[in-house]
């Protein structure tokens, strides 16, 4: 159950919401708006760092900086190690203040890397530069095999999986050598244990499949991050052709998520009107994750929807865009400052949220089929 404020909250600015803008508005225009506005705060690395996954290098700080060099300057801590050993570069989980840096871990090198800075490139910290590369090896320091059947370790497996390659490894820093091909198989069987629940009301035939936090709903964001770390892997042929069904398996049952989840947010919507600010906020966070999730997967391996597979593409647009404008109806966007004071982790979700649906609605920029 949500906490009484978020139910006055909802409440207060279901009732009274400011005066409509002149003129209509569109749902990506409201999500692009919120996202590069909010995240642009150079004080918070985390809204930061979900620009980034919008608008890649391109994304600044309202000061003018490039977002990715606020970040490291900001908030990037070295270590000092033994004699001989590189240094070890960290970001904290939350500042001292409680602002979140990377409370999920290697959230920050993953969008280095996937926003397309190349390993040579060197970040002004505060001591001096820092490669990406030193990032990087870093990161392989840090890493433990345990991430792969962790939750919170989808934002590591997506960075590694973006500088090795089928058979590459490297030495972490308790000497264990670590294998890509044996992580990312061990990561895949770990999303389908997490999905096991959703596999089989999908098999059953099951309108839906209730979410309890159970499997992976029990995951950040419904594990669709894990997902893309997982699914991205799979951009090389060797890997496409050894998981097979396998992965198309995970696939369908994502596509399968969208009808499930989507009646039990209506539900929700519908027997609790004072929680419809937060509601709403989810149904924004899944479509949005869903449509980058399947937005990614391919262009990173070249997959081709089914007619079905494509249909649901489009019904996941539309929903994006109903519960947009249905969020933006409430006044919640436009007064993300005063919900931060009142409600600090829902206005983050709105920021944060809106950056992943606005990715996931560029990704598809008309529903695939259509003329």
Request: net charge neutral; with cysteine.
């Amino acid at each position: 159950m949500l906490p009484s404020s978020v139910a006055l909250l909802g409440f207060i600015l279901s009732a009274s919401p400011p005066s409509p803008a002149p003129t209509p508005v569109s749902a990506a225009s409201v999500l692009h708006a919120q996202c590069r506005t909010h995240a642009a705060d150079p004080k918070n690395p985390w809204a930061l760092a979900h620009g980034m996954d919008l608008d890649g290098r391109a994304f600044r700080t309202r000061d003018g900086r490039p977002a990715s060099e606020a970040i490291v300057a900001g908030f990037l801590r070295r270590e000092s190690t033994d004699a001989g050993t590189p240094a070890r570069y960290v970001f904290d989980a939350f500042a001292p203040d409680g602002t979140p840096v990377e409370p999920h871990p290697a959230l920050q090198v993953k969008t280095f890397l996937l926003s397309g800075y190349p390993m040579s490139h060197a970040f002004p910290a505060s001591w001096g530069p820092v490669s990406l590369r030193e990032l990087v090896a870093s990161l392989q320091q840090d890493f433990r095999p345990a991430l792969a059947t962790s939750p919170d370790g989808a934002w590591a497996l997506d960075a590694l999986s973006h500088v090795l390659k089928p058979g590459g490894s490297f030495q972490n820093g308790a000497g264990e050598t670590v294998r890509i091909d044996a992580v990312m198989d061990t990561a895949l069987g770990t999303l389908e244990s997490a999905n096991a629940a959703l596999a089989e009301g999908m098999k059953a035939g099951r309108a839906e499949v209730p979410k309890n936090k159970q499997g992976v709903y029990a995951h950040p964001c419904g594990g669709l991050h894990f997902f893309q770390a997982v699914a991205g892997w799979a951009r090389f042929p060797s890997v496409r052709k050894a998981w097979g069904a396998r992965l198309d398996a995970q696939v369908d049952v994502l596509v399968y998520r969208l009808g499930s989840e989507a009646r039990q947010y209506e539900a929700a919507l519908a027997a609790a009107p004072a929680y419809r600010i937060p509601v709403l906020v989810q149904m924004v966070k899944f479509y949005g994750h869903w449509l980058e999730a399947l937005g990614r997967y391919r262009n990173e391996t070249g997959w081709k929807p089914t007619p079905a597979q494509a249909r649901a593409v489009a019904e996941a647009r539309a929903a994006l865009e109903s519960a947009t404008l249905r969020l933006e109806a409430t006044g919640a966007f436009r007064d993300t400052a005063t919900l931060a004071l009142k409600e600090p982790q829902l206005a983050l979700d709105l920021v944060g949220d809106a950056c992943h649906a606005a990715r996931g609605w560029d990704l598809w920029p008309v529903a695939p089929g259509a003329k």
